[in-house]
């Protein structure tokens, strides 16, 4: 059990659900971790190496690979893939307890929507900033940040608001263990913001095999990324989401300067050979360019792009 008689599983052992579940553990808390079998058995015979910005650690935590373990959890954790939302969910189903609180730490803004489409547990969103990778079978590398933002995706964080308490307790948990976390009044837009930042990089990063460095460094991908985020702010405003010019401009200039090293999640997918989550970033502008009858023609392109390479891996 966790501090505090809570359990907490993470469901996905990919980078994310490594770092974050590793830095829960090296805090002495008790996270069982849900992955494929053989980084589980990796994770169990030679533990969690943690090769970070500000320490090197092997940490020891339990692993699994199939979800007898998250009965009775009061947390789940949520790290798989944003394609894989239906058919984890579909399988953890049968083991899940009514009171456990699920926390989508996925890219994109409609698994919550995915979730509750198939459980009736309460279920909350994360917008995560961590740079991040796995190395090998039982090494995650960290490049930079690791805050998180958590919230409901349609209730305001108000004064008469009642949150789960595991859910605050979580929030505790985190911060004990050295991970900036906090309760948010409007994750809906600060997840928008995170999809901002994923539409103007990955596909970019993705089809080059550049760092976010690199890519601001070439005058043409400026223009680019500026011409991908003007559709996406059009787009965000359809969705009652507003966020300026300014701040989107500031937001990616961020990513630019805090994870200069960093290639993204979907280079990093393409170099294995692997699909993409392409479909829940640009991919889900240019269907929402459909929906409103509004023109995307930038993110179509690396959208068309990046489909170009998955369909070579088929």
């Not at 079998?37 to 030679?46: H, T, W």
């Not at 043409?220 to 702010?233: A, N, P, S, Y």
Request: proline residues 2%; contains cysteine; charged residues 15%.
């Amino acid at each position: 059990m966790s501090t505090g008689n809570q359990k907490i599983a993470v469901v996905g052992a990919g980078a994310v659900g490594c770092f974050f579940g590793g830095m829960l553990a090296r805090s002495n808390q008790e996270p069982i971790l849900i992955g494929r079998a053989e980084r589980v058995d990796a994770i169990n015979r030679l533990g969690l190496q943690m090769d970070c910005q500000g320490f090197q650690a092997k940490v020891a935590l339990q692993a699994c690979a199939d979800f007898t373990d998250i009965a009775d959890a009061d947390i789940i954790l949520l790290c798989v893939k944003s394609y894989d939302t239906v058919a984890t969910l579909q399988a953890m189903q049968p083991f899940l307890s009514a009171h456990t609180v699920i926390i989508s730490l996925q890219n994109g803004v409609s698994n919550v929507e995915l979730i509750t489409s198939i459980v009736a547990n309460p279920v909350y969103a994360a917008a995560v900033y961590v740079a991040v990778a796995m190395t090998d079978l039982n090494t995650v590398k960290h490049y930079g940040r690791g805050e998180l933002q958590i919230g409901a995706f349609t209730t305001d964080f108000t004064s008469t608001h009642k949150h789960p308490r595991a859910l605050t307790q979580l929030v505790d948990q985190f911060i004990n263990a050295g991970v900036p976390c906090a309760l948010s009044a409007n994750i809906k837009r600060a997840l928008w913001l995170k999809l901002l930042v994923n539409c103007s990089y990955n596909a970019i990063s993705a089809i080059g095999q550049i760092s976010y460095g690199q890519m601001v460094q070439v005058p043409h991908i400026q223009v680019l990324i500026e011409r991908l985020t003007d559709e996406f702010l059009s787009i965000a405003q359809c969705e009652a989401v507003t966020i300026s010019k300014e701040e989107a401009a500031q937001a990616n200039t961020i990513i630019a300067q805090t994870m200069a090293g960093q290639k993204s999640s979907t280079a990093a997918d393409l170099a294995r050979g692997k699909l993409s989550e392409i479909d829940f970033l640009n991919g889900y502008i240019v269907e929402k360019g459909l929906q409103y009858n509004l023109a995307t023609p930038a993110n179509q392109a690396v959208y068309a792009l990046v489909k170009m390479i998955e369909a070579e891996f088929k």
